[in-house]
């Protein structure tokens, strides 16, 4: 039986990548799993009425290790970083100057805002928050800035959700509602 109060939105950040140093959004890198980790990790979530994973690599990578079968949402793909995917850090540009506002509301050349990555991945999260509340925990095996979408979405603030700092492999938990995500219960554990 499931307790509704009871249910979550598990937000999974995917494995280290292969390749460190360099900023990944839609490039499709993957995954360094190290077994040990994922089954500790595993054995601390348990059972998922469901999982939903981005259909980049690393992250169906880290779902197969985790949970074994998962289903793919395009909405959950990283946020688009244009001609900025796959630079070296220290190649960024400073943008540590921009407000919170204006941050969220920067795209690199050719890429997507966090806004924008929000506009398209809130749907998402209403819908599997949803979905928990109905039918038990909802994992999804996403990215660092889906994270923080759903962060945004919860608190109400989209420049807000930039703010927090996102592991890999760490777990974040929503609260869920009949109407989807409606509190933060746990951030970044690791």
């Known amino acids: 039986m499931i307790t509704k109060s009871r249910a979550d939105l598990i937000l999974i950040r995917h494995a280290p990548t292969a390749v460190r140093g360099r900023l990944f959004g839609r490039t499709d890198i993957a ?5 040990a980790r994922i089954d500790a990790l595993g054995a601390r979530l348990g059972h998922m009425a469901r999982v939903v994973s981005s259909p980049a690599q690393r992250c169906q990578q880290t779902a197969k290790a985790l949970f074994g079968c998962y289903e ?3 909405r ?3 946020q688009d970083f ?3 995917d796959g630079l070296l850090f220290e190649e960024l540009p400073d943008i540590g100057v921009l407000d919170s506002t204006a941050l969220a509301h920067h795209a690199s050349p050719n890429g997507e805002s966090f806004a924008e990555l929000c506009a398209r991945a ?4 209403l819908e599997y928050g949803r979905d928990a509340y109905e039918h038990g925990s909802v994992a999804l095996v996403v990215h660092a800035g889906v994270i923080r979408s759903a962060l945004a979405l919860v608190s109400g603030h989209v420049p ?3 703010a927090f700092e996102i592991e890999n492999l760490s777990v974040t938990r929503l609260r869920c509602g009949p109407n989807g995500p409606v509190s933060i219960t746990e951030v970044n554990r690791t």
Not at 31 to 35: G, Q
Not at 122 to 125: E, G, N, S, T, V
């Open 76 to 78: 959950l793909w990283e």
């Open 160 to 162: 807000g959700g930039l």
């Open 122 to 125: 809130f749907p998402a999260l």
């Open 31 to 35: 995954a360094h799993i190290d077994a």
């Open 72 to 74: 793919q949402d395009e």
């Open 82 to 84: 244009g001609a900025h």
